[in-house]
Structure formats: structure tokens, C-alpha cells
Nanobody, 123 residues
Framework: QVQLVESGGGLVQAGGSLRVSCAGS????????MGWFRQAPGKERDVVAA????????YYADSVKGRFTISRDNAKNTVYLQMNSLKSEDTAVYYC????????????????WGQGTQVTVSS
């Protein structure tokens, strides 16, 4: 199985950019479809973006389309989420997740999860 560790979160002003990373250990992330989710206080964990094993397919939540980009570097065993034009409503803990079956939009599609990284956008 794979272990996932997120990094790169922090505090950024509205309109700014941030890139969060998800590094795999154990089994390589290149074997998995990957997703980014986020969870704000008192809210459910929702999908942000997903990417297939090859990178040919990507999915984005409507709220981040045109602002966020998911990518993967299988040689570095890492998945990224580039976040631009950040808004206060993007504030949340961001989690990466790995799926054996598909780059789905639901939490149940993913078997492995990281511990999360906090992203705070100040207005």
C-alpha cells in the first residue's frame, strides 16, 4: 500500500497562489489514480480535483475550474495542486488520496489518504 504526505500549505492573501504537494512512499503513486479533497470546519470533505494514472484525464470541481490545476510527476512520486486566484472560501484542510479503481469525485472512491495540510486565505 501507499503512504501519502501533503506539504506546502500555509497562509496566503486573497488573489494569491499556492502549490500543495503530495508525496508517496511505500508503493509508488504512479500505480494509483489520485485526488485532492478539502474540508472546511463544520463541512463535509469535498473533491477539488482528480487525475488518472496516466494524467490524461483530469476532473475539477466547478468552484475551482480555471483557477486550480492538478498534475503528477510519477518519476518524483508526487502529485501537485497548483492554486491560483485564491479566495477566502478556499480556506480548508487539503487532503490527497489514492484510488486503485478510478479518479472519482467521491471520498468512497479512494482507499488511501494523507493527513492533510492547512490552507488559509486571508481577505
Amino acid at each position: 500500500q501507499v503512504q501519502l504526505v501533503e506539504s506546502g500549505g500555509g497562509l496566503v492573501q486573497a488573489g494569491g497562489s499556492l502549490r500543495v504537494s503530495c508525496a508517496g512512499s511505500g508503493r509508488t503513486v504512479s500505480s494509483y489514480h489520485m485526488g485532492w479533497f478539502r474540508q472546511a470546519p463544520g463541512k463535509e470533505r469535498d473533491v477539488v480535483a482528480a487525475i488518472s494514472v496516466s494524467g490524461a484525464y483530469t476532473y475539477y470541481a466547478d468552484s475551482v475550474k480555471g483557477r486550480f490545476t492538478i498534475s503528477r510527476d510519477n518519476a518524483k512520486n508526487t502529485v501537485y495542486l497548483q492554486m491560483n486566484s485564491l479566495k477566502s472560501e478556499d480556506t480548508a484542510v487539503y487532503y490527497c488520496a489514492a484510488s486503485v479503481t478510478r479518479p472519482g469525485a467521491g471520498t468512497r472512491d479512494y482507499e488511501y489518504w494523507g493527513q492533510g495540510t492547512q490552507v488559509t486565505v486571508s481577505s
